[in-house]
């Protein structure tokens, strides 16, 4: 059983006991610990099932790389699945339960799937649910969706605060062990602007753990001192609990900061997300031990070597009373002598190894531990925890020599090279033959804009694992130094063992785990090698090996190196998949950061917004900005509401917040000639004081946005642009001034947000600004498609005599800071006529009646000005506009285009919106043929009917035709095509 | 009460730094080439400043003259005096081409101030704050709008369009968060 020890563990401190929850269990542990060292201080070996046989599985890790314990951590608004207890550190109050079982961890009634395993191999989903066809979306997607996924999904709002910030350094170093802290000093030394940071709370690595001596003190006392001198240094800052995630081109790097994950709910974001910019990373990120594949390397109680020694010296954890060792390389020894110190019992170290002579093994031997060379597990004995091995040669098939009681066992089968941030952007890999491992290939680096490396690799990460060669890499990667001395124990050769035993059959090879949370077993591997499986990216995927949530660290090297015997390949031959960022999960709320809730995305408001929803209107977004979609009344729906506005604006007086409408000057010598070419008509001509609608096209001819201009003095002009369309249509000005036409002397300033903007819109509307007066705004003095400067009720004011509804309508700008007190003004002076507001729709509804084009719905990107009959806004006489040439392409100039036409049902009912009307016959795709399809359709309050807009091949050649078009329910409807003006075709009434 | 407002009638939060939002103040757009005759003295005429130079910002008493492009120039001083300042320019500036144009009530303005001003500014905008040298403009993104600003010896003055006011004040109230500081 795993205990606590009365001594030691060089984190904890024993006078902070603090409580937590397991699956309701209460549990104790001390300030310092990790989740997994409490758990385990606690006898939890068995802390999860499987993902996909629901094997009882315990802790195998200390750190980033845990595969197995992981649980759903807190509750409510801070619940979150997939924690790794190894990296969560313990806080008072915490609550978690394992994952993946029902109904409970210890009797777990999925583990049925164990005993199928034998059913359920390699590419068990690709064989088995590709027929019958249908049958993957209404049957097997259902069930595998209901048994999959490891950890429940949170169902509340996230309580927790996150943030995002930039930071600038010349040097990132990533590590917190003696590379990176050698590193972080050299660099430091030199001048540089350093960023040092550590993914944990602690500093050191392994050595403080492995007990190097660096200048003649222990690596403790090193380290320590390095950071006092750290943060002594202002050029330097330093963080710890911070991840790097991912290592980007340009030197970006994103470092998740925990900065509350171990004090929830103190008021501080919990985490904090640094989009980091470097001139040089170096990763001094370590190296992660491999396990051994030996049959039943899963069962609760197997770990690995390092970590046994980990949670013996840093959380005086025992993971066992009696441990056996098995190893292909002499680090592990240091797990034994560690544990043979502390008191605890090593039955045996049973070494691949034929033979073995390092300094390590001598240090074992002389303390009384019983060394096996050549030896290996043929099977691991137990189920929800370790009971005993049965010891076999690792030259032959398994047969079994020995079976030893034990209750731990611990297990190294090398070392691999943290490699991500390397990789990430490019950084390649070669294999050392000699440590059996994928090291950087210092010669072919990531590289920076200026051709040099952008990453650099440090200490164990470069793959060098002497305390010595790591600190003297570290040295030099941060461009050379001083380099401390160390020393630590001599290491004899290691061997790459990947199968164990080696002539392991299938009944063992079976029950030899590689990826531990995936079930990912050796014969799986194999099996997909048989089935031609070569590349190891496709493998990856077939078998889903290293495709959990801890990316395979554990799994990847072992995997594919049993996939490279399989083919008979040499490793090297077969590589690695690609390294993805991040480098471990990275919570969703650091990457959206503050954008959440009301500061989600920003919100465009007019200065008129506060009176908008003080009268309970329906907002809707229009781009970013959000207007007014009706005011309803009390008891009104939104379409009473907009019948009612519309009707009132017909009859009386209505007022609109125009302000969103784009407003773009334009001005200098060049002015002129550079409209003519933006818009389809002429502007240059335009007199001063006038006003004139054009129509904007893209280079294929498309419309793109349209608006009225007006000519404001000989070398300014005024474009009013679509809402939507101001920002959009600003840059393409600016595009054209500055890519193609840079001599011509234009400028232009985007002044949408300068002006309130409002619209008072009926019959009545001359008597509302009458009764504000001081300008004359009579039809005389101001004409339709003119505008004056003046003042209104007092407020400056440009007033335009423009319409989009059809009614006599006036437009006054006003500066925004007195929009509010404008739009008061007029809501007091209209009072006496009945004036009311209207919205969105009720705009849409006016230009409807009248067979105003919108862009947005009678335009998509593919109609040009002539298909909606708006030949009349295109000079025939100019040289060139942009549009012009792509218009004249013969399927744009096809007499076969739709075109604009007005619809309307036989029985005034209103058409539904994306009603087609279908065509006989059948296309090349088999689907029916069209020949027309609605724009806008809406309920005519005015005309008590309803009305619509569509295009229609044949356009209005078709006037007076019945066609059909089709509802949502697949029936289809009689409708006759019309005029598209519904309502004063005249247009007398705008012009009074 | 007058009838001009500011775009947030002067919100303001208190945390690790304090963020109000200010104004109006009176702004001009100023597009010209630095070479255009004339330019330098019609900026002296309205801020009482020499013509800004790449990226920076030039102050006489509540006036500042700022960098915006290479032929844009932001010109502030008080709201009530940008008409005659308009005049000023067209005046000076007669038959140059230029374009000179009231912005005053397109923006917002905030001030951002207190020892850690900076940090606020560092959670939205990926500007490098210790590279921002006194008198220096940064034209950058603010979260997910456009934003432009600079320091001075008690904070930083921060512009941004008015319609985005309200997204801009919910940013900074969150980056000042007391608890949040980032050293």
Known sequence: MSTRLSKGGRLIDRTAPQEFTFNGKRMRGFGGDTLAAALLANDQMLVGRSFKYHRPRGIVASGAEEPNALVNMGEGGRFEPNQRTTTTELFDGLTCTSQNHWPSLEFDVGVVNNYASRFLPAGFYYKTFIHPRFAWKHVFEPIVRQSAGLGKVPKDRDADRYEQAYAFCDILVVGGGVAGLQAALTAAKAGKSVWLIEQTAHWGGRAVVDGAVIEGQPAEAWVNAALQTLERMENVTIRSRCMAAGSYDHGYVLCDEKVADHTPGDGRPRHRLWRLRAGQIIAATGAIERPLSFAGNDIPGVMLAAAVRDYLVNWAVAAGDRTVVVTNNDDAYRTAIALKEAGLEVPVVLDARASVSGELPARARALGIRVETGRAIAKVKGGKRVTGVAICAQAGQGAVIEEIDCDAVAMSGGWSPVVHLWSHCGGKLKWDDAQAQFAPDKARPPINHDGGALVLTAGAASGVLSTADVLADATEAAGGGAVPAAQDAAEGAMEPVWVMPQGAPVALRMKMWLDYQNDVKVSDVQLAAREGYTSVEHTKRYTTLGMATDQGKLSNINGLAVLADSLSAPIPQVGTTTFRPPYTPVTIGALAGEARVDIFQPLRRTPIHDWHVAQNAYLEPVGLWQRPYCYPRAGETHEQAVHREVKNTRSNVGLLDASTLGKIIVKGPDAGKFLDMLYTNVMSNLAVGKCRYGLMCNEQGFLSDDGVVARIDEDTWLCHTTSGGSDRIHAWMEDWLQCEWWDWQVYTANVTEQYAQIAVVGPKARQVLEKLGGMDVSKETLPFMQWADGTLGGFNARVYRISFSGELSYEIAVPASEGRAFWDALVAAGAEFGMMPYGTEGLHVLRAEKGFIMIGDETDGTVIPQDLNLGWAISKKKADYLGKRGQERPYLASPDRWKLVGLETLDGSVIPDGSYAPAPGMNANGQRNTQGRVTSTYFSPTLGKGIAMGLVKGGLSRLGETIEMTRLDGSTMQVKIVDPVFYDKEGEKQNV | ?183
């Open chain 2, 1 to 183: 009460m007058s009838k001009v407002a500011s775009a947030l009638g002067g919100a303001r939060f208190d945390g690790f730094a304090s963020v109000s939002e200010i104004g109006p103040l009176g702004m001009i757009t100023l597009r010209a080439k630095p070479d255009v005759k004339g330019l330098a003295a019609a900026v002296k005429a309205v801020t009482g400043t020499k013509l800004p130079a790449q990226r920076r910002v030039e102050r006489a008493g509540d006036k500042v003259a700022a960098w915006m492009s290479p032929d844009e120039y932001l010109l502030i001083l008080p709201y009530a005096e940008v008409k005659a300042a308009l005049a000023t320019l067209a005046d000076k500036l007669a038959g140059q081409h230029h374009l000179a144009v009231d912005v005053s009530d397109a923006r917002a303005v905030f001030r951002i101030e207190g020892a850690e001003a900076a940090q606020v500014l560092m959670k939205l905008a990926p500007a490098d704050l210790t590279a921002l040298e006194p008198g220096e403009i940064r034209r950058t993104r603010i979260a997910q709008v456009a934003g432009a600003f600079w320091a001075d010896e008690t904070g930083f003055t921060l512009v941004c369009f008015r319609s985005v006011a309200g997204y801009v004040m919910g940013l900074l109230s969150h980056s000042a968060q007391p608890g949040s500081e980032l050293f």
